[in-house]
């Protein structure tokens, strides 16, 4: 099965610009989707498809890809951004893969 | 508004089975794939198991197949999840999930549910 690597801590200073990104061979076919998760609360779809986003996700979240990298941008980061972000795709065989999870910490 | 449910967690012994169901509402349940995901205490998210919107097709991460059967009951608008064969690593909170796509799946999970906790342990 495919897997999807993230890396696991990344930092960002209040109202900076913060990339994320996610790894793995799956995404050369599929495109990747995000999610944030709080705390005790359940992941919400932040980021799917090419790079739409559900309502009531703030546009400063976006994505984008090339080739086997998929990438979450969050430009002018809040406090509130500060949460565990994960990717996933579907691959070839109709399974799905996640990463293993990015802890952002806003400071 | 879209709202999934979660019910049927618990402790459970080693070598036990335990069926989860997820009671959904505010969309078209027959059109849209669903899907189980669990996060272990403390881990990441892990993928357990897609259905088709008409339940003809069903994918399993490998750590599962063999033990779990995902279903749907479209009169009903409830997805299940049957465990059998529990193990201590299958401790963790499962979700279940609408997938974002029409008739398709592409791992695109929007909304989840609250999540119910099972417990393996003797």
């Known amino acids: 099965s495919s897997e999807l690597t993230q890396d696991p801590a990344v930092s960002v200073a209040l109202g900076q610009t913060v990339r994320i990104t996610c790894q793995g061979d799956s995404l050369r076919s599929y495109y990747a989707s995000w999610y944030q998760q709080k705390p005790g609360q359940a992941p919400v779809l932040v980021i799917y498809g090419k790079n739409n986003r559900p309502s009531g996700i703030p546009d400063r979240f976006s994505g984008s890809s090339s080739g086997n990298t998929a990438s979450l941008t969050i430009t002018g980061a809040q406090a509130e951004d500060e949460a565990d972000y994960y990717c996933n795709s579907r691959d070839s065989s109709g399974t799905v893969v996640f990463g293993g999870g990015t802890k952002l910490t806003v400071l | 508004q879209v709202q999934l449910v979660e019910s049927g967690g618990g402790v459970v012994q080693p070598g036990r089975s335990l069926r989860l169901s997820c009671a959904a509402s505010g969309f078209t349940f027959s059109s849209y794939g669903m899907h189980w995901v669990r996060q272990a205490p403390g881990k990441g998210l892990e993928w357990v198991a897609v259905?088709?919107?008409?339940?003809?097709?069903?994918y399993y991460a490998d750590s599962v197949k063999g033990r779990f059967t995902i279903s749907r009951d479209n009169s009903k608008n409830t997805l299940y999840l049957q465990m059998n064969s529990l193990r201590a690593e299958d401790t963790a909170v499962y979700y279940c999930?609408?997938?974002?796509?029409?008739?398709?799946?592409?791992?695109?999970?929007?909304?989840w549910g609250q999540g119910t906790l099972v417990t393996v342990s003797s």
């Open positions: 259905i088709s919107y008409d339940g003809s097709n069903k």
């Open positions: 999930a609408k997938e974002e796509a029409v008739l398709l799946w592409f791992g695109e999970l929007d909304p």
